[in-house]
């Protein structure tokens, strides 16, 4: 692999793919640059903020409320888990829970604790209740970055 950088005042960043074949690898790098730029609105107090894709730690409803954590701050954000279902497919967003979205990126471990649940860690030492019945969609994420 070659990367080639350079500065181009006045243009947005522009990514160019080249391939000889294509390939899950160069599929897999292309699906993880376009949710690079991935984004969500998070509402604190009167005021809207921008987040990446990769600040988010994770998502979590409340009260029928969607919150979006980031490694030191908490954001309400304006929509519900059926979209943020489908805004995250194929990212490294995964559902944990009914109620949790979590980004894996940011996780460190995972413990069982009971027979039915586990323990998601997260790199900032937030501890994420998984429900076994999302288990496997996670391993599906670790399959998916280790191809």
């Known amino acids: 692999m070659k990367i080639i950088t350079r500065k181009v005042d006045n243009q947005p960043l522009t990514i160019i793919v080249e391939y000889p074949k294509m390939d899950k690898e160069y599929e897999r790098i292309i699906e993880k640059i376009k949710h690079m730029d991935v984004h969500f609105i998070g509402k604190m107090e009167d005021k809207s903020t921008r987040i990446d894709i990769s600040d988010v730690y994770y998502f979590e409803t409340v ?3 969607v919150f979006l954590y980031t490694r030191k701050d908490v954001f309400r954000f ?3 888990m059926a979209d943020l279902d489908e ?4 990212t490294e967003l995964v559902r944990v829970s009914r109620t949790c979205i979590m980004n894996t990126e940011h996780l460190k471990e995972i413990r069982q604790i009971k027979s039915s649940h586990l323990e998601a860690i ?3 030492d937030e501890i994420i209740i998984v429900s076994r019945k999302y288990l496997k969609d996670i391993k599906n994420v670790f399959r998916r970055s280790s191809v």
């Open 78 to 80: 304006d929509g519900n």
């Open 122 to 124: 997260m790199d900032n």
């Open 63 to 65: 009260e029928r409320k």
């Open 87 to 90: 805004m995250t497919i194929n």
